[in-house]
């Protein structure tokens, strides 16, 4: 699709985006207004806590949610006459809980820590509200503990069917070094009842449980297993894998589990994701077999060590995860349809979205409505081979986030970020920010790269700032010879494969838009591919079905019967009518993601002892091996003398170096030959 054609889509799907959003804004209002009088209809039961030996209870009538004393640990949630929604088989410390995942040694095996609280405190009690705080408070004599401290909230109202989560996590000054990989919280429901999970509409199903995969057939790494025997006969052959229910940030906002009988709801749901690491499109987990619900705050899936937080040289730091709602809802028996639960948990994240940041968090960290600010203005793109006139930069990702470099915003993981997107004519607001230093970035689906604001943005409680119209110069050194894919950051343009027969996961034969979280599709290259590897001819091939979505090893059988891979050379084969040697052409190459890998450029001469351009080691995003599109976003604009360019047919060889592995690869985003400069 050309610039031009790519720009009129967009617009037409900001102009929906509009309505839509318009529309939702008016629905979810009223909802709203009957939310906030819910919390004053005294014909809701107060909220009571009772507190025993062990455990404290609070109970608001529609639920009773059941902690342990000190630790915090959610031990029990009774609703809709289930004694019990977690997995009461299951350890105190394994039903409800947080995690982090950490090191003192730099790129150590990690330690897992559930946060054990050792203090517990009762911060509001009355008929409306019940919040309790559950801390834990490091000790240098104490040196294998994590070192934070840590403050877990959960807060019950009435009138509101479910619970809400916080905690907040903190370093002082001079505390020694540590890794920490991964935070979260973790609920496991009760595996009898909760078979029906829910990411989106599209993605949903009945899931096998944790004994039908402990029967099953481990494939080529733990996570994934092939369904050999289990309860339910529909799903024998298929293959699951948590890391096929991941989803990127910006669309992880409600997921969670359905019970048949009782017509029971679970859901995680996240109101905003100013508090998650990597940007709008990190890829994270949601819930998988168990059943397990999950709200990752930060993690290194999809990223890799980039995304660890480092703490160096006695570093401060303080952070508020959440609230994070787990909302439940219930149909009565003569109800048919329980999908009717899942409409309705769609309706209350509109409801928690509309309603953030919450009124009610006690915790002075939590910076509430009037203690924010806004950010807004406009965004346009220059780019004069395209367009003698500023262009509008249409759904564009705008964001705020520490201040840092040109596109650093998608490593950095220990502060916050505020993102949203342009409308049809290129305008943006940030609203909710807390106060603090930032930069502005942004990227546009259409065009490469990255723009960042040079001012900082400083933001303080109760402001208003308009930035001055944004011009973004899109990296661009000549006029357009060829180009291959869309600008989009994902490879989900190219070809994907079917997947193999016997390793299918239904959900993504129904669900063809997302199939490539199909299990296996690094071995298809070679099953399509077995002897030459791909050659893409430019006027013939279409990168729609000839280009394969991910830059894969080959494999083999040695002689003792076992996989090996080896290294691929792709060939892009291309025709130029005219050269000038002397002046210098531009290959813009944009990586969707890398893992493991050295990617080659070579023009016309495969033999050269040396490669024209080498990116050397990059990534770890494993984005292959876990099912994503796209990991961490990397342009490479290359320097391509016309000599090394002919008359007549070309032919650019890009190899991948690193072989040994299956997962050793990269997805190209776009890439583009620029011819030189025109004369002006």
């Known amino acids: 699709m050309k610039k031009t054609e790519w720009s009129s889509v967009l617009g037409v799907l900001g102009i929906l985006l509009q309505f839509s959003l318009l529309a939702q804004s008016t629905f979810t209002r009223e909802k709203i207004n009957k939310l906030n009088s819910r919390l004053e209809d005294q014909s809701f039961p107060p909220v009571q806590l009772l507190t025993l030996d062990d455990y404290v209870v609070v109970d608001n009538g529609l639920c009773k949610i059941t902690f342990s004393i000190p630790g915090g640990m959610v031990t029990g949630i009774q609703y809709n006459g289930i004694d019990n929604l977690l997995e009461d088989e299951n350890d105190d410390d394994n039903r409800g809980y947080w995690d982090i995942v950490w090191t003192e040694k730099p790129g150590g095996k990690g330690i897992f820590d559930k946060l054990d609280a050792t203090d517990y405190k009762v911060i509001m009690e009355d008929e409306n509200q019940v919040e309790l705080s559950f801390?834990?408070?490091?000790?240098?004599?104490?040196?294998?503990?994590?070192?934070?401290?840590?403050?877990?909230?959960?807060?019950?109202?009435?009138g509101v069917s479910g619970v809400y989560c916080y905690g907040i996590l903190e370093r002082l000054e001079g505390w020694p070094d540590i890794d920490v990989y991964q935070g979260r919280i973790v609920f496991k429901l009760k595996e009898k009842?909760?078979?029906?999970?829910?990411?989106?509409?599209?993605?949903?199903?009945?899931?096998?449980?944790?004994?039908?995969r402990e029967t099953g057939q481990e494939l080529d790494y733990s996570e994934a297993v092939l369904l050999t025997n289990p309860t339910n006969n529909f799903l024998k052959g298929e293959?699951?894998?948590?890391?096929?229910?991941?989803?990127?940030?910006?669309?992880?906002?409600?997921?969670?589990?359905?019970?048949?009988?009782?017509?029971?709801?679970?859901?995680?749901?996240?109101?905003?994701?100013?508090?998650r690491t990597g940007g709008p499109v990190k890829q994270d987990l949601t819930s998988h077999t168990g059943p397990v619900n999950l709200n990752m705050f930060f993690s290194t899936h999809y990223a890799g060590e980039i995304l660890t937080l480092k703490f160096r040289d006695g570093e401060p730091w303080k952070k508020v995860f959440g609230p994070v709602f787990v909302y439940l809802n219930s149909l009565s028996p003569d109800e048919p349809d329980t999908l009717t639960l899942w409409a309705d948990a769609k309706e209350q994240m509109f409801i928690e979205t509309e309603n953030w940041p919450y009124s009610f968090p006690l915790s002075?960290?939590?910076?509430?409505?009037?203690?924010?600010?806004?950010?807004?203005?406009?965004?346009?793109?220059?780019d004069s081979y395209v367009s003698e006139s500023l262009m509008i930069a249409n759904s564009a990702f705008i964001g705020l986030a520490a201040p840092g470099d040109v596109g650093s915003w998608q490593i950095e993981n220990k502060a916050y970020q505020f993102w949203t997107q342009t409308d049809s004519e290129g305008y943006f607001l940030i609203k909710n920010v807390i106060p603090g230093n930032y930069s502005l970035y942004a990227w546009i689906p259409g065009f490469i790269g990255d723009y960042m604001y040079d001012p900082?943005?400083?933001?303080?409680?109760?402001?208003?700032?308009?930035?001055e119209t944004l011009i973004y110069d899109?990296?661009?050194?000549?006029?357009?010879?060829?180009?291959?894919?869309?600008?989009d950051r994902t490879a989900a343009e190219f070809f994907i494969p079917d997947a193999q027969p016997r390793l299918l996961n239904q959900l993504y034969v129904v669900n063809n838009q997302e199939r490539f979280r199909q299990y296996g599709l690094w071995d298809r290259y070679t099953e399509l591919y077995p002897d030459d590897d791909l050659v893409f001819t430019v006027g013939s091939s279409s990168y729609q079905t000839d280009w394969f979505f991910a830059?894969?090893?080959?494999?083999?059988?040695?002689?003792?019967?076992?996989?090996?891979?080896?290294?691929?050379?792709?060939?892009?084969?291309?025709?130029?009518?005219?050269?000038?040697?002397?002046?210098?052409?531009?290959?813009?190459?944009?990586?969707?993601s890398a893992h493991e890998a050295e990617l080659q450029v070579q023009f016309n001469d495969p033999e050269e002892d040396a490669p024209h351009y080498a990116t050397g080691l990059i990534g770890k995003d494993n984005a292959i091996a876990r099912h994503g599109i796209r990991g961490i976003y990397r342009l490479y604009t290359i320097n391509v003398p016309g000599s090394l360019l002919v008359f007549g047919t070309n032919v650019m060889y890009l190899k991948q170096t690193r072989g040994d592995r299956a997962f050793r690869g990269v997805m190209y985003d776009y890439l583009r030959l620029e011819g030189p400069p025109d004369e002006y």
């Not at 503990?145 to 959960?154: E, G, Q, T, V």
């Not at 009842?193 to 039908?212: G, V, W």
């Not at 400083?458 to 700032?465: A, E, K, L, R």
């Open 456 to 467: 900082y943005i400083i933001v303080t409680p109760g402001s208003t700032q308009r930035v």
């Open 551 to 592: 830059h894969l090893n080959r494999y083999f059988y040695n002689d003792d019967g076992n996989k090996t891979y080896v290294p691929t050379t792709w060939q892009v084969v291309f025709d130029l009518d005219d050269v000038d040697e002397a002046s210098n052409y531009t290959l813009q190459l944009a990586l969707a």
């Open 135 to 158: 801390t834990r408070t490091w000790d240098s004599l104490n040196s294998s503990h994590l070192s934070m401290n840590i403050d877990k909230r959960f807060i019950i109202l009435r």
């Open 364 to 382: 002075e960290d939590f910076a509430r409505a009037d203690q924010r600010g806004i950010v807004s203005g406009r965004l346009l793109v220059r």
């Open 474 to 487: 899109a990296p661009r050194n000549g006029p357009t010879l060829w180009e291959i894919g869309i600008p």
């Open 193 to 212: 009842l909760f078979l029906y999970m829910a990411i989106s509409d599209e993605r949903q199903r009945i899931m096998p449980t944790a004994h039908d």
């Open 239 to 275: 293959v699951d894998d948590k890391y096929q229910y991941s989803c990127e940030n910006k669309d992880n906002r409600v997921h969670g589990w359905i019970s048949q009988d009782p017509q029971t709801g679970f859901w995680m749901i996240t109101p905003t994701n100013e508090f």
